[in-house]
């Protein structure tokens, strides 16, 4: 038991007391040798932790670092702004001197173009079932094999991880023509879909990445309380991996999704005009002796537009979930 303070005794958490080599009297104390009033306002300036006085957070970024950051945001924004300008004006205003800064009239007419001559309306449509797919199939694997990879113990375990980031060193070029044998005369797939999906169901880095994130922040006496409790593998990786994985999970997806959006090499070999995604659509705007640069920017700024909208709608989550698997407890 704690005893009682002292006649002369303040009773204060430990760490928070008087500075050493002061005896505390004077003005601090009342004459019967209680703490003045003014002994709790001294008391605030300390942290709750009791280690020393709190700092005040000074205000905003400089001006240097505005200007930084001013400058980073134009030169990451002006590649789209002069995709714009051009693909409003028409095609001697490329070559005009000294160059437009400024949109033209020709932008909506431009677009009709592009959505008439390479059927945009069914490549934004295409587009958007094979990266829905992907980045679901990739997140599911990834979720799984580095939930697998990182707690659960198997015989070859670690020669299986390192033959997974292996297959990352061999060139995308060096398994087409095997890849495009088997879609197309094994599977009949020519021109569809499928043959852009199934190849990207699995990702050798969304299973390191998951794998490298589990193994930090997924505690293995987690994992064994529910273990105890009777959860099943399935079960612990339904309600106890998942929800650990989430911040890791929305940066994987959205990365996924990236990559798979912006795919050209693959899906122009598979498909055709009449079944395109968008970047294919974009260069079959590209295609022919005279390249139409403004609807070909036209056809590019068409889809950046979703890219945008996306992180628009989502872009608060996906950094609420990179910043929650930043914060450590």
């Known amino acids: 038991m704690s005893r009682p303070p002292a006649h002369g005794e303040l009773d204060v958490p430990f760490g928070v007391g008087p500075r050493p080599g002061r005896s505390g009297t004077g003005a601090d104390r009342s004459p019967e040798g209680h703490a003045s009033p003014r002994e709790p306002s001294a008391l605030r300036r300390f942290s709750r932790s009791g280690r020393g006085p709190s700092r005040r957070v000074r205000g905003g970024p400089g001006l240097a670092t505005r200007l930084l950051l001013g400058l980073v945001i134009v030169m990451s924004a002006f590649p789209l702004y002069w995709s714009v300008v ?38 934004l449509w295409n587009s958007a079932v094979v990266c829905g797919v992907i980045t679901l199939a990739v997140l599911l694997t990834s979720t799984l094999a580095g939930f ?11 020669a299986m991880l390192g033959f997974v980031v292996a297959t990352m060193l061999v060139p995308t070029q060096l398994g087409v023509i095997p890849l495009y044998i088997m879609v197309t005369r094994w599977f009949g797939w020519a ?12 990702s050798a880095f969304g299973v ?13 006496e987690l994992l064994e309380a529910a273990r105890i ?12 991996v998942l929800p650990v994985a989430r911040p890791a999970a929305a940066v994987l997806g959205l990365l996924t999704f990236i990559t798979a959006w912006n795919d ?10 009449e079944n395109p995604t968008v970047q294919v659509a974009i260069s079959s705007l590209a295609a022919g002796v005279t390249v139409d640069y403004s609807l ?14 996306v992180f628009l709608l ?14 450590k407890a």
């Open 86 to 123: 051009v693909a409003s004006h028409d095609q001697a205003a490329i070559s005009h001197y000294p160059p437009v800064v400024l949109p033209g009239p020709h932008l909506w007419e431009h677009v009709r173009t592009a959505f008439e001559q390479a059927n945009f309306a069914k490549a």
């Open 191 to 202: 021109n569809d879909l499928r043959a852009v999906i199934l190849p990207a169901v699995v």
């Open 229 to 240: 409790d009777g959860a099943s593998t399935l079960r612990i990786y339904r309600s106890v």
């Open 264 to 273: 050209l090499f693959w899906p122009l070999i598979v498909l055709n005009s």
């Open 296 to 309: 070909t920017l036209t056809g590019a700024v068409i889809g950046t537009g979703p890219m945008l909208i």
């Open 314 to 327: 989502l872009g608060r989550q996906i950094i609420g979930g990179i910043m929650q698997g930043a914060v």
């Open 148 to 158: 697998a990879f990182a707690r659960l113990r198997f015989r070859g375990r670690d």
């Open 208 to 220: 390191f990445f998951m794998r490298q994130y589990l193994v930090t922040a997924l505690p293995m």
